[in-house]
């Protein structure tokens, strides 16, 4: 049996949108960096790998700093900053593939990967970290082909083929490890193959010494930070003038985001998210067909941007939906003023509308909604 050359095995932690742990195994080799992150790790993150923001004693007597306290040893762990652990970690990377020829980076599933291009790209070192790797592979995916029957999720794999090795789930070296170990375990113990796959050639006698092609990862999902380079991207596309524009076709969006360059080397997802500022222009009903009697149904529209471009998109909110803590069915008695800054969370998807999934409250933009309109005035747009 031979393994393809420079498999990296990796797992990413963050809280919010922010990274706070890289780990990553090349067989012998490892690599884990603890990230400060510029926002304390949320709660909810801490209840689940029992890291934490606290105060801790400087070098030298310099004072209380923040870092990061490792809730479970109970010390407080070195850590560095975002920039520095990328470019660490593409050196490394760099190391494996003058060594081996090629780098396949193995995640457990494939959430990590956009999250993983989009911190190098928060630093203009993506395409650098793309032109490293030479392929990605979701481990599930390979799981569900070659070994069916199998537990997807790690604890269970661990459980099932690694039960005297001990390893801290969630924390990302362990999970790094755990996932390299358990695929070396899955395919010692197999001994009926009929074919190569793509990151072993099974029986060199029986199936050739020729790898399987690798299959291209399809993303589930992917979602962009409000003022990304993704999104600068897409706005630079609709108004390559950089012109106050009010945009009222939307259709082209999602091909133009699937020409991201991490789409050169994964599949982009059906489902795209992301953040625009902007403002509500009108909080109403309107009557609709029920079944066998009209109802009433809640709309709150929406003057969006992304830079100097605008559009217009429709929330519609139900039972559930709030706004400052207030439902924003109006048979609640509450209605948004006109005008009133907002942040909507937006979806899009291949032949759908933009939808709404939620507004929050927006921060004071510099311009008023009557400022806005008044531009488009005077460009001609209405």
Not at 247 to 261: A, E, H, Q, R, Y
């Amino acid at each position: 049996m031979e393994y393809r050359a420079g498999l990296l095995f990796y797992d990413l932690e963050w809280t919010g949108n922010e990274m706070l742990q890289i780990g990553a195994v090349c067989m012998g080799e490892r690599f884990e960096r603890t990230i400060l992150t510029k926002l304390d790790i949320h709660p909810k993150v801490t209840a689940s790998i029992l890291l934490q923001t606290r105060l801790g004693p400087g070098l030298q007597g310099s004072g209380l700093t923040r870092q990061v306290y490792d809730c479970l040893r109970e010390i407080f762990l070195p850590s560095c900053q975002l920039v520095d652990a990328l470019q660490q970690f593409l050196a490394w990377i760099k190391a494996i593939k003058a060594v081996s020829g090629q780098v396949t980076l193995v995640s457990h599933g494939s959430v990590d990967i956009p999250i993983l291009y989009q911190s190098f790209a928060l630093h203009n070192m993506e395409a650098e970290f793309l032109e490293s790797c030479t392929h990605f592979v979701n481990f599930q995916n390979y799981l569900k082909e070659h070994f069916v029957g199998v537990p997807v999720g790690l604890p269970g794999l661990v459980k099932l083929f690694c039960p005297d090795v001990s390893y801290r789930l969630h924390c990302a070296g362990d999970d790094a490890r755990a996932t390299q170990d358990v695929f070396f375990k899955l395919h010692s113990k197999k001994t009926v193959w009929d074919l190569n796959t793509e990151l072993v050639v099974t029986d060199k006698i029986k199936f050739g010494p020729q790898f399987a092609q690798v299959k291209r990862v399809r993303l589930n999902f992917i979602t962009y930070e409000k003022g990304g380079k993704e999104m600068r991207f897409l706005s630079s596309k609709i108004n390559p003038l950089f012109t106050h524009k009010l945009v009222d076709n939307m259709g082209d969006w999602l091909s133009i985001l699937n020409t991201l360059p991490l789409f050169e080397k994964v599949d982009p997802p059906p489902c795209h998210m992301f953040e625009a500022c902007g403002w509500v222009t009108r909080h109403h009903t309107v009557m609709v067909e029920g079944v066998g009697d009209e109802m009433t149904k809640t709309i709150v529209e929406l003057l969006c941007c992304l830079g100097k471009v605008y559009f217009k998109v429709q929330f519609y909110p139900d039972s559930k939906s709030t706004f400052m803590k207030r439902k924003l069915l109006l048979n609640t008695g509450f209605t948004i003023p006109s005008g009133t800054p907002v942040t909507a969370r937006l979806q899009l998807k291949a032949g759908q509308e933009i939808r709404v999934m939620y507004i929050k409250e927006g921060v004071d933009r510099e311009k008023s909604l009557a400022e806005v309109f008044a531009k488009f005035v005077d460009c001609g747009d209405h």
